[in-house]
């Protein structure tokens, strides 16, 4: 595989300065071992209008897959033959991107000991690269490059140039233009080759999030296809896709004002639903939620611990549910709600079916009595332990809805997460994180105390060893219980009043 990078000067600043940029004397043709083979590095011409350096990977295949069996990567996943034989040796794939990075490490970190002020100069460059892997075509290649300030030739291979009704393969051949500094280019092409490739030679770790993050610094934030690039990058590993995305988010939030930081909130909400990967675990939440909720035949709903709205915006788009209730005891999240639902921008027969109320779930609240359901979704385990039987009481004891849907993280499968640290939890605010024992001995008394039935089902993959990550428990209430057993209801006081009681007795 092969790819050149040339530029062009005059005498006042020579073309062979690439030469120092690159750390690599344009006089001498150098050899580099790599992991799969041997990177040359040539200057096919070097004068002080134009040089031209090339850079040449010879890939040994079988090492390749040697190298991948010996780490249990079991190489690539093909037949055996293709193994072997591949466009590996030809194409310029990942390989060619880590031999960059290690070739010319110092020039893609921008340092140059000999001519400090040459790194951050601009200078004319063009970049070829004669067999390129695109999937995606020409149009992808054009849409990564582009906004990056090059000027984008990509040609298709065709498949066999003497048949040409054959099409094209899934090759281009790219040439890159452009006023650059040579070390933006390199990590453009760093991060790039691979994304086009999209098939890593290797196993992507959560490292891989560092070494993204580094190289995209300072175009990457602001790519608009930097879902695409982020996701392809991390060989579509979800997780990790997900952290680097917010981790872009903040550092673009980090410059941007208010409004701006609004429409990039709702940027990334509308690529959610497009983007290439299995659903968000909040969405399959939202999904078993909305699913118990129709199957309980419940038409007035409280949604407790609210949040920004998510589930009461699900909610309004069915008509069965003719009363929403979004509960929430932070105002700034209920503002967020009601920014999100465009409450002030409803007609008004759909404003009469929603409303968003502060209050304390760790308080009785009158407001909340008489509904048919009511959803606790990722909210017990942001009040302390302590806290949590006056939720209990205020949820089960006083407002009593018909159905209760309770998630909460499973813990066990944090172990799953690649990017939480271990005996980490999920979210910085989060007062504990229960196993399914736990977290079923709580829900088995609650619902014993306070005459309700409960079952139980996953929420996201149910891991045969740790779980699923998300765990619900459905309360169906007991009416006999409610009917035969009013006295006993009737005794059952909040944990505070008990206390409150006792001294005013
Ligand atoms: N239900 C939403 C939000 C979960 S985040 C979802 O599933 O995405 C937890 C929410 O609970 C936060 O919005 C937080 O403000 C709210 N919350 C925490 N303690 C609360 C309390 N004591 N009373 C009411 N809401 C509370």
Not at 43 to 58: D, I, Q, S
Not at 78 to 85: E, G, H, N, P, T
Not at 294 to 310: E, F, I, K, T, Y
Not at 462 to 480: S, Y
Request: include cysteine; charged fraction near 25%.
């Amino acid at each position: 595989m092969f790819l050149t990078i040339s530029t062009s000067g005059a005498v006042e600043r020579p073309a062979t300065e690439l030469g120092f940029l690159l750390h690599k004397h344009p006089d001498k043709a150098q050899q580099f071992s790599t992991s799969h083979g041997t990177a040359h590095v040539l200057y096919p011409e070097a004068g002080v209008e134009r040089c031209t350096m090339a850079l040449l990977l010879e890939v040994d295949p079988v090492a390749l897959v040697r190298r991948g069996k010996d780490k249990g990567r079991g190489g690539a996943p093909d037949s055996a033959l293709a193994q072997y034989v591949n466009d590996r040796p030809y194409a310029a794939s990942s390989l060619l991107a880590v031999a960059i990075a290690g070739v010319f490490s110092s020039a893609v970190k921008g340092q140059c000991a000999a001519r400090p002020e040459l790194p951050g100069q601009s200078r004319p460059l063009r970049i070829e690269v004669p067999v390129l892997p695109a999937r995606g075509g020409a149009a992808l290649v054009e849409r990564l490059f582009e906004p990056l300030g090059w000027t984008v030739t990509a040609r298709p291979v065709a498949l066999d140039e003497r048949f040409p009704e054959w099409g094209d393969s899934r090759y281009v051949s790219l040439v890159l233009e452009g006023e650059h500094r040579l070390m933006d280019a390199l990590r453009h092409l760093y991060v790039l080759l691979p994304v086009l490739d999209d098939a890593k030679h290797y196993w992507v770790t959560p490292d891989e999030v560092e070494k993204l993050l580094r190289a995209g610094e300072g175009w990457l934030e602001g790519h608009p296809e930097q879902r695409l690039i982020t996701n392809r990058y991390l060989a579509r590993r979800w997780s990790l896709t997900r952290d680097a995305l917010d981790r872009l988010a903040l550092a673009r939030l980090a410059e941007a004002d208010d409004t701006e930081a609004e429409e990039l909130d709702n940027a990334v909400d509308e690529q959610e639903d497009t983007a290439e990967r299995p659903l968000p675990l909040a969405v399959q939440r939202r999904q078993a939620i909305l699913g118990v909720l129709r199957r309980s035949g419940a038409a007035r709903v409280l949604d407790l611990g609210c949040g920004q709205g998510q589930l009461v915006g699900e909610l309004l788009k069915d008509p069965r549910f003719t009363e929403i209730v979004g509960v929430d005891v932070s105002v700034r999240a209920l503002k967020e709600a009601s920014r999100r639902l465009r409450l002030d921008r409803m007609t008004e027969r759909q404003a009469a079916r929603v409303a968003l109320l502060q209050g304390s779930l760790a308080y009785t609240d009158r407001r909340l009595a008489g509904y048919d359901a009511a959803v606790l979704s990722e909210v017990i385990e942001h009040l302390d332990l302590p806290r949590l039987p006056a939720l209990e009481y205020a949820v089960f004891g006083a407002a009593r809805p018909t159905t209760v849907v309770v998630t909460t993280p499973n813990v066990e499968y944090n172990v799953r997460w690649e990017t939480l640290p271990a005996g980490h939890v999920r979210h910085g605010d989060h007062r504990f994180e229960w196993t399914r024992e736990e977290f079923r001995a709580w829900a088995g008394q609650v619902a014993e105390r306070h005459g309700y039935d409960v079952d139980f089902a996953p929420v996201g993959p149910d891991d045969p060893e740790v779980g699923p990550p998300t765990q619900m428990a459905v309360f169906h209430k007991n009416e006999k219980y409610d009917q035969s057993d009013k006295n006993h209801r009737n005794n059952q006081n909040h944990p505070d009043e008990t206390t409150k009681e006792a001294k005013a007795a």
